[in-house]
Antibody, heavy 121, light 108 residues
Framework: EVQLVESGGGLVQPGGSLRLSCAAS????????MHWVRQAPGKGLVWVSR????????TYADSVKGRFTISRDNAKNTLYLQMNSLRDEDTAVYYC??????????????WGQGALVTVSS | EIVLTQSPGTLSLSPGDRATLSCRAS???????LGWYQQKPGQAPRLLIY???SRATGIPDRFSGSGSGTDFTLTISRLEPEDFAVYYC?????????FGQGTKLEIK
């Protein structure tokens, strides 16, 4: 069974930093592209970032470019999101998600339960 | 960036009714790389439809997707009580992989 478990969320002051982790199990982690998607309280889903399976290519939404860094440790089956220079508008539940297929473009077939990040003074 | 616009924002129907949800893209979604997700309160989204019209594993056949190019539709043929939720479309043909703003399906 595919499992994605996020951790590392919490309360942080504006301008601060936080690192989210997503522990993966039940599948061959280094075969899949991985994503982060966020959802502000009461709002819709917003794609944040993705990372390739083995070439580590990364892409970001404009709203987080230069502040957030996605990375992965295939030996530990873990995905990360380093978030710096946090702003009030970064407050959201952050989900890690996995492509549904190994190769090519595919939707997000598996999701974690989410980690809440609150940016507030 | 491809902007996805979903309509209506809220749909009020009764169990047993047919639901039709729309997703319109600002540019052509290449190869119909369009997915639909269901999200219930306090839960993560769940993939329902991929490739505009293919059901994901374990999804009941009352859910169907159609459309191509810039206009896509999710249809729920006979609403069950557990289908009342928020539905999102997402294109994964180009970066950023954008989502629509969602359609809330509520009990009338």
């Amino acid at each position: 069974e595919v499992q994605l478990v996020e951790s590392g969320g919490g309360l942080v002051q504006p301008g601060g930093s936080l690192r989210l982790s997503c522990a993966a199990s039940g599948f061959i982690f280094n075969n899949y592209w991985m994503h982060w998607v966020r959802q502000a309280p009461g709002k819709g889903l917003v794609w944040v970032s993705r990372i390739g399976s083995d070439d580590y290519s990364t892409t970001y939404a404009d709203s987080v470019k230069g502040r957030f860094t996605i990375s992965r440790d295939n030996a530990k089956n873990t995905l990360y999101l380093q978030m710096n220079s946090l702003r009030d508008e970064d407050t959201a539940v952050y989900y890690c998600a996995r492509h549904s297929e190994v190769a090519g473009l595919s939707p997000l077939g598996s999701w974690g339960q989410g980690a809440l990040v609150t940016v507030s003074s | 960036e491809i902007v996805l616009t979903q309509s209506p924002g809220t749909l009020s129907l009764s169990p047993g009714d047919r639901a039709t949800l729309s997703c319109r893209a600002s540019q052509t979604v290449t190869s119909n790389y369009l997915g639909w997700y269901q999200q219930k309160p306090g839960q993560a989204p769940r993939l329902l439809i991929y490739g505009a019209s293919s059901r994901a594993t374990g999804i009941p056949d009352r859910f169907s997707g159609s459309g191509s190019g810039t206009d896509f539709t999710l249809t729920i043929s006979r609403l069950e009580p557990e289908d009342f939720a928020v539905y999102y479309c997402q294109q994964y043909s180009s970066l950023p992989n954008t989502f629509g703003q969602g359609t809330k399906l509520e009990i009338k």
